[in-house]
Nanobody, 123 residues
Framework: QVQLVESGGGLAQAGGSLRLSCAAS????????MGWFRQAPGKEREFVAA????????YYADSVKGRFTISRDNAKNTVYLQMNSLKPGDTAVYYC????????????????WGQGTQVTVSS
């Protein structure tokens, strides 16, 4: 059974930084694409970033491009999301997800999901 566990969320001030981690277990981590999504209150879950199994390809939502960086360490079965220059609009629950195949921006393309970690950015 695949398990994804996010950590690193919390409260940050606008302009600050946070680093999220997602630890995976249950199947060969290094062969799957990983994604980060977020969901703000009253809104649909939206794509944030994704990275292919090798780390060679990444893709970002326009809203976070240039501020967020996704990376992975296959030896540690962990994917990261470094979030810089945070804005109040980044406030949401952040989820990591795993899928077979290449980068995909829709939630329906992902097989497994973590429980999420709350990120709150104050102005």
């Amino acid at each position: 059974q695949v398990q994804l566990v996010e950590s690193g969320g919390g409260l940050a001030q606008a302009g600050g930084s946070l680093r999220l981690s997602c630890a995976a277990s249950g199947r060969t981590f290094s062969t799957y694409t990983m994604g980060w999504f977020r969901q703000a209150p009253g809104k649909e879950r939206e794509f944030v970033a994704a990275i292919t199994w090798s780390g060679g390809n990444t893709y970002y939502a326009d809203s976070v491009k240039g501020r967020f960086t996704i990376s992975r360490d296959n030896a540690k079965n962990t994917v990261y999301l470094q979030m810089n220059s945070l804005k109040p609009g980044d406030t949401a629950v952040y989820y990591c997800a795993q899928r077979k195949g290449g980068i995909y921006v829709a939630t329906t393309g992902y097989d497994y999901w973590g429980q999420g970690t709350q990120v709150t950015v104050s102005s």
